[in-house]
């Protein structure tokens, strides 16, 4: 919840005073966290709409929270318009009827928004998913300046954890601005953005990669270069900003490079990079799948089937997605004949074990 109680960082903490578990925060919350953690996306609008049937949600922020949930899922299955309509029967996220203090007798020394951050975000994305694309835009920029704001009034009270929270939802809304801009290749747009990102945090290792990623994408080679070398140049003297592990740092640093590699279309030194990646982490998905792309230009297509079949059976919650699949998928229809029996075992194994939200099509069987 967006609560803006300005108690202290203990008293605000949910699990550490009058609740114990989740499901003193709302009705059986810890069944619908464990089923959204599980991808099981359609068993969570089951239980929502069980529960609405059976009258089971009592107070206004467990229909809030239900409803947020299973906007989510909505979202999550592509279903967008069911979603824009959970959206739809709460008109204005920022009205009273959706703030503790209106209701004294229900949540006694309660102030704040019940709206969870993640329905304000799904709010702005919906439109841009049914073809609205500016409204959409809006939205996000609009959630840019909420969370913002929210950032400055909790300097101002030194809510630590608050503060970290709100911040990383601000990084969160802004990779989604620039992803819908990338989209569109509307580079300048971008490139501005995490220009204005880096002038705050300077020493992000993962914003100063994205800048080398969109320099790339425009033909600045030499550009990307200077910026991978600042992100090398943080490790090398410790001053990231601690954002990433050390496994995590030193694996971006190899990325970049075999990004570059890549575009110099020198595949064998590529490989050595992605290699070093996964020695360090065998479930770097990125270093796996484009280890997997190197081997393919360098015509040893055994070779990359091997590597992304193998992810799939040592990490399969980590490497089951959609790109990967997809580019197996095309392996097989390179390497084999029989390549639509092949597809057609692994989208049956995808099946059994994949999320609910998982695109199936991306088989191509």
Known sequence: MDSDSHRSESQTNPLSDQFSSLNDLCHDLSSLQDLATRG???????????????????????????????????????????????????????SSHYRYETYPKIYANRVGSMVPFCLRWIHALIPIKLGHRQQGLDRLYKLLDFTRTKITEKEKVNLTASLSAWRKREGFVMNCIIGEHLSHKEFGVCLSLINDLLSRDPNDPVLISQLGYIQLQIGDLEGAKVSFSNVENLMRESKSNGSLSEVELKNIVNRNKALVYMVEKDYVSAVREYEECIERDGSDIVAINNKALCLMYLRDLSDSIKVLENALERVPTMALNETLVVNLCSMYELAYVNHSDIKRTLSNWIARVAPDDFDASCTRT
């Open 40 to 94: 099981a996306w359609r068993s969570i609008i089951d239980k929502v709409a069980r529960a609405r049937a059976l009258s089971l949600l009592h107070k206004p922020h467990d229909h809030i929270t239900y409803l947020a949930f299973n906007a989510l899922a909505f979202t999550k299955l592509r279903r967008f318009n069911e979603a824009s309509s959970e959206l739809d029967s709460m008109e204005d996220l920022d």
